[in-house]
């Protein structure tokens, strides 16, 4: 999950997703036919339309459920609510649509051809960057060349960033905002599939060190084994991650609560501007988070009470 915040209008952010709002309603004018779906008896384009408001978004929010398609989305609400139920969340939305993709084939006589079977590092990557690429890679395309993502992008126009992950912060889906890499198993300067994108060879450096490069501004997701390993080639040899990282202005937090990180005391790492914040733990986060748990429920509002933010 990325989450921008701008401190000024930027109306071409509204615009964009007030498209493809509109562009998704004649999606939802097919709605299921399970007795308690509700039906559109009109076009619904001109009142969303006149819900349009033309100015800034305060936050835009692209939130992936990974490997999270039709079938899974149907199987949870026959398990939880029965065939003809209602899914929490998703089917409150009032409106709903669906984008397809696929990678391309990187070699052989296939080359640039469709690939039907594409892994998360593709898919990520195209929705990241707006460009379809092989299975494996993190936002570069065929040739290996780096592709901007939307959180570079939001990052030059003075916009706040994150990255919220249930898996480790160098996994493949949260990857492609912040890296670019030719293997999505180049996670930190240990691994061995890194080749030619490790610094060592003259590259751009592992996920976990162009992570630190780019810089979020709050970073939560799994990944202290990562982050723990110790930079081979650079202004940062033989440094750990975790050092570089406070060096570099971030404030590390770990643990069970990762809400204490905004109780904590002021960065004592160079200040440059306002810290950005890195939540780690050995296991993915919702195992992190005990209190984020099936008790407290899974709406916003639950969430929130539960864990006693307001």
Known sequence: MMHFTRHRARTAVVAAVC???????????????????VRMDADRTPSLRDAIVDGPATNVILLVGDGMGDSEITIARNYGYGAAGRLPGIDALPL??????FSLHRSGALKGRPDYAPDSAATATAWATGSKTYDGAVSVSLSGAALPTILELA????LRTGVVTTAMVTDATPAVQVAH???RTCQGPDSA????DALSKGGRGSIAEQLLATRPDLVLGGGRIVIRQTAKAGAWKGE????QARERGFRIVTGNDPLHWSR????TSRPT????VMFLNQAPFFAAVPRFSRSCGLSPSSMVKCSGVS
């Not at 709903?96 to 993709?101: D, L, P, S, V």
């Not at 990052?155 to 003075?158: N, P, S, W």
Request: proline share 6%; aromatic share 2%; glycine share 14%.
């Open 19 to 37: 498209t493809v709002a509109i562009l998704t309603a004649g999606s939802a004018l097919a709605a299921g036919l399970a007795p308690s779906a």
């Open 96 to 101: 709903t649509g669906q984008y397809t993709t």
């Open 155 to 158: 990052k030059a126009h003075g």
């Open 181 to 183: 890499v030719a293997s």
């Open 193 to 196: 599939g890194c080749g030619k």
């Open 240 to 243: 750990s991650l975790v050092t």
């Open 264 to 267: 904590a005391g002021p960065s």
């Open 273 to 276: 501007r306002s810290p950005s």
